[in-house]
């Protein structure tokens, strides 16, 4: 497990000299990364959620594209388009920016639904058909989204079906006043994301997401997990509770969660730590409970501290 051990500290350490004071939010990122999944910022504006996805590109000398979406965005500006050559008489396709190994997309839910939707193939399946001709994702291919919480005017907010292929969902706060001094310091020049090198190779990563998949899980760790999504799916305030898709991600991140520490074995603790980043989500939340401003974080905690957690058993060799 030395290999993500070390790359995710290597690039942690990189990153943190854009992105102060967020260590842990750090580390959930290249978690989704090192699980192949893709992750949903959720934030209001200045707080470094471009920065974060730039900054993790950078690190791993991985091919970076930024799509601005926009409400007259169309589902071809993402994919890419087949242009007629006038000299070969053939079409050729010329790929859109979402033929990239990481690809933020920012301010996600100001396109259309339709434009949203050019996403679901990639994210899921990655691949992408254009005019009846599909096209592999680049690998490791990572697709980071954000979105303001706040704004609504101009915005549609993500179908459920998307939402869903989000592996986890976070939020990287303001920072703390001493943190907030330490930035002021280092951009007094210029930005550090412009000087910031790459620590680790795109195949090195690769063969951490292979490390990563010998993780060994118990039946009673995934005897915990279904049951704490089944929870959700149980609870008076939930109409719609996580699918099984949040039962896999929980899986796959508990994994990632220990092999960054060092371990070839989930525990409880990794799967409580991550319950929240990965549920939370893909919760529907009812009418009644709406109104009460239920709020789905808050779920999930309580359905942690109702769910019991196994005990320990000796591992068969």
Do not use: W
């Not at 471009?50 to 791993?60: D, P, Q, V």
């Not at 993402?78 to 008489?89: A, E, H």
């Amino acid at each position: 497990m030395k290999e993500a051990q070390n790359l995710v500290e290597k690039v942690t350490t990189n990153v943190e000299k854009v992105i102060i004071g967020k260590r842990e939010e750090i580390h959930l990122t290249l978690i989704a990364l090192l699980c192949e999944g893709h992750l949903l910022i959720e934030d209001v504006p200045g707080v470094g959620k471009t920065m974060l996805a730039r900054s993790i590109s950078k690190s791993i000398g991985c091919q970076f594209r930024r799509i601005q979406f926009t409400p007259d965005m169309l589902p071809s500006d993402i994919t890419g388009v087949s242009v007629y050559n006038q000299k070969t008489g053939e079409f050729e396709f010329r790929p859109g920016p979402v033929m990239a190994q990481i690809v933020l997309t920012d301010e996600i839910n100001r396109a259309t639904p339709k434009t949203q939707s050019a996403l679901l193939e990639a994210m899921e399946e990655r691949q992408m058909t254009v005019d009846g001709v599909t096209y592999p994702m680049a690998e490791p291919f990572l697709v980071l989204a954000t979105q303001n919480p706040i704004e609504y005017e101009g915005t549609f907010p993500l179908p459920e079906a998307q939402v869903d292929r989000f592996m986890m969902r976070i939020t990287l706060g303001y920072p703390s006043p001493a943190n907030e001094m330490l930035m002021l310091d280092s951009q007094k020049v210029s930005h550090p994301v412009q000087s910031l090198e790459q620590v680790v190779s795109a195949e090195e990563l690769l063969g951490a997401q292979a490390a990563v998949r010998q993780v060994y899980v118990d039946d009673l760790i995934k005897e915990y997990i279904v049951t704490l999504t089944n929870a959700t799916r149980k609870h008076p305030d939930v109409y719609l509770g996580a699918s099984p898709r949040g039962s896999l991600a929980l899986y796959k991140t508990g994994r990632a969660r220990a092999a960054i520490q060092g371990r070839d074995y989930v525990i409880p603790d990794d799967i409580k730590a991550l319950a929240e980043p990965t549920l939370a989500h893909r919760l529907i939340i009812s009418p009644s409970a709406r109104i009460k401003n239920v709020d789905p974080r808050a779920l999930i905690q309580e359905t942690l501290n109702s769910v019991a957690v196994p005990g320990a058993r000796v591992r068969a060799r």
